[in-house]
Structure formats: C-alpha cells, structure tokens
C-alpha cells in the first residue's frame, strides 16, 4: 500500500512540476475553464503579471461602466481538427462574455504556435464593430508585432483598441489610455524559468521521501485524499473574479494568420 502510494505521489509530483513548467499545457485540449477574472485568460503565457493586471483593470472599469465585456484568450494551439474561428465561437459562448440580454461581448483569441489570431463579436456590438473594421484592428494593431515576434504587444494594443472602440460605442471615457508599448525584459517575461519548475518538483519530492522516511507517509496520505477529492468534484472554474454575464455570438469577427 505504502508502496502504491509513493508512486502515485512521485507521478503527481512530476505532472506538477511540468504543467506549471509549460505555461500552455493545459490549454492544448479543448477550450480552458477560465481562471481569475474573465477579462484575460492567458493559459500560452504571453503576457507579464503587470501586464495581466493592466488589463484586467480597463476590462473592469468598461465593465462596470457599460456592462460590455472584452476579453483575451491565449492558448497554444486550438488542435488539429479546430480551426480558430469556430475555436473562438464556442470559447465565446462557453465564457458567456457580455451581457445576457445585451450580448456586448467581444473575445479576442490567439493560438500562438498556430500563428492564428481571431476578434469574435457578440450581436449587440456587431454595429460598432462590424467584420471589416475588425480585420483592420487586427491588422494594424496586432498582426505587425506578431510578425516581429511579440505576441505580447499584439495582445495589449490590440485589447486596448476594442476596449476603446467599446467604450466609444456607450459614450464613455476610460480612465486608462492606451500607452506606448515597452518591450519587458527578460527577468519581467519569464518570472518562472522552466528550471526553476523542475527544482520545485524535485523539493516536492524530498519532502515525500522525508514523510515516508520519518512520518510514514501521513502527510503524503492525506494530500493524496485531498487531491481525489478534488479530481472527483470535477475542479473548478479557477476560483474568484469577474465572470460571464451570459452574452452570446453569432459568429460576427475576423481572423488572421502570421
């Protein structure tokens, strides 16, 4: 038994250790629950944490203003038999971003290795961001910076822009202005390097060895009770924040490669 135990222990410990280690793992099958506030939903690891937060901030405040929701969705790839426009579609109505009655919503979503990027629109703003003037967003605002490699600054200016389209289309005044793009370092960029992942994993596993060596196991035991738990109550929505108001698409957007 104590056997068993050890080994499923050193398993979860290791798939811990490379799913935090690969920001988009988790993102490759299927479309993620979102996590935090539904304004950005980074599982490719695009942006830095301020640049999260910055985000998040103008999505709220347009939010609570408006109650028209913009969001961004990065993921690795939307998978082999998916392209990205119905991949955004079902995101969009999963996510049930906008207003239900108002279906003000509008996602913008970028399959990184698949060199895809899409703006799905939900109904109620589909006169103020028509097909056309959303493939000129995309190209002015993100497809320049994907080409040079900065999927980063493709997300910012291109959320800032529907953000301010959005607020446009309500009469509204944002208090935070889009600003000049900065290139973070490479300390802001990889807060986590992948090594450092794999050091966290091999503590997890010393402090398994410690347990069973001196406790038995017994913390080990409970923890793995814990996690059956949780995989048997199906995990979660990843906890707190801003969700869905329940909006819906049509279909309404655009897409581009690079």
């Not at 899409?118 to 320049?144: C, F, N």
């Amino acid at each position: 038994m104590k056997r068993a135990a050890l080994i499923t222990a050193v398993f979860l410990a290791f798939l811990l250790a490379v799913c935090t280690a690969v920001p988009g793992a988790r993102a490759a099958a299927g479309i993620p629950e979102p996590a935090g506030d539904i304004y950005v939903q980074d599982f490719a690891g695009v942006l830095t944490d301020s640049q999260k937060q910055e985000l998040v901030s103008l999505g709220r405040q347009l939010d609570e203003q408006t109650k028209a929701q913009v969001a961004v969705l990065t993921v690795d790839t939307t998978g082999k038999d998916t392209n990205i426009d119905a991949y955004a579609n079902k995101a969009f109505r999963q996510y049930g971003l906008g207003n239900k009655t108002m279906n003000n919503g509008v996602l913008l979503v970028v399959a990184v290795k698949d060199r895809k990027i899409r703006i799905e629109v939900g109904y109620g703003l589909e006169g103020a961001l028509p097909d056309g003037k959303v493939g000129r967003i995309l190209d002015q605002y993100a497809i320049p910076y994907l080409k040079e490699n900065k999927p980063d600054a493709a997300v910012i200016n291109t959320y800032k822009k529907l953000a301010a389209e959005t607020a446009k289309e309500y009469n509204v005044n944002l208090q935070a202005h889009p600003k000049a793009y900065e290139r973070p370092s490479s300390a802001q960029a990889s807060p986590y390097s992948f090594w450092k992942q794999i050091l966290i994993g091999l503590g997890i596993l010393i402090l398994i060895f410690i347990d069973f060596k001196f406790l038995g196991g017994t913390m080990t035991y409970f923890l793995l009770n814990i996690l059956m738990m949780f995989f048997r109550g199906g995990g979660g929505g990843g906890g707190g924040g801003s969700k869905g108001g329940g909006g819906s698409s049509g279909g309404g957007g655009a897409s581009r490669g690079w």
